[in-house]
């Protein structure tokens, strides 16, 4: 019977950790049938989110400037549980797989499991004050992207109020990054974020635009290991380029709030 995560000793832990990254690490080196590697990732998946529930938070600037740093053996974890989803996700979508009932399960099982973690890692890091684990952020673009290029953004359930959207899972998680550049994140996060997935829904994605003072959008880089971004005074313009146009809601929401400044970068 596996252990309440919260009962994990931290002596445990860090016998566990370098056992569970040794694993992941040779299950993403073997050759198997896509079934086999499911199994064996759910296999660890109690052991990953009891390391992942006990990761400790690391000071970083969070505008992303400074020398780059090294990962903790906690995050590397976390790196490699998601790049195994991610090849995964990939396979279950192969063409042989395509109208077997079981792999269209299986993969939004995985997709499913893929955005709670990358997600968690998102909204941790915003909560800290921090930028997030190296990786996030460019896993989230890429796996939008991926999805975005086979016409999945909308997700494979039938249509509803509760059905599974992967798309406005990612524009949530855009609204939740964006977050990171304000001021009193203590007052703003119980007002804003339990609304993100409502106001998610209507946001809207909008692909190779040209921007000019459109303060409110968000601008969206997505070859970069980072959230989407307000439009500051000095940046270029006009702006070309992905935006998350943000719910007017959300909007309204944030307007008494300043943004943080942004550190400068010293000239080459």
Not at 26 to 45: F, G, H, N, S, Y
Not at 133 to 150: E, K, Q, V
Request: with cysteine; aromatic share 6%; glycine share 8%.
């Amino acid at each position: 019977m596996t252990a309440r995560l919260e009962r994990v000793r931290p002596a445990d832990m860090q016998v566990m950790m370098p056992r569970v990254l040794l694993a992941l690490e040779q299950i993403r080196d073997r050759a198997v049938e896509a079934e086999r590697r499911l199994a064996m990732l759910r296999a660890l998946k109690d052991q990953v989110e009891a390391i992942q529930s006990a990761r400790p938070r690391r000071a970083v600037d969070r505008d992303g400037f400074g020398p780059p740093r090294a990962l903790s053996l906690e995050e590397s974890v976390h790196r490699s549980w998601c790049g195994n989803l991610q090849r995964l996700l990939i396979d279950l979508g192969h063409p042989r797989s395509a109208g077997q009932a079981r792999f269209a399960i299986y993969r939004e099982w995985v997709l499913r499991q893929l955005l709670k973690d990358l997600g968690r890692a998102a909204d941790a890091a915003v909560r800290a004050g921090q930028a997030a684990t190296p990786g996030t952020w460019r896993s989230l673009h890429d796996l939008f992207l991926y999805l975005d290029g086979r016409d999945e953004v909308a997700g494979p359930a039938p249509a509803g109020p509760t059905r599974f959207n992967p798309g406005n899972e990612y524009k949530r998680l855009l609204l939740l990054g964006a977050l990171g550049e304000y001021r009193d994140l203590e007052q703003i996060l119980p007002v804003i974020v339990p609304r993100l997935r409502e106001w998610a829904g209507l946001s809207v994605l909008k692909r190779d635009v040209c921007v000019v003072g459109e303060a409110a959008w968000l601008r969206l880089d997505l070859t970069a290991d980072g959230p989407a971004r307000h439009a500051r005074p000095g940046d270029a313009q006009p702006y070309q380029g992905w935006v998350l146009e943000p719910a007017k809601p959300y909007t309204d929401a944030l307007a008494p709030y300043p943004l943080r400044e942004r550190h400068l970068t010293a000239a080459a």
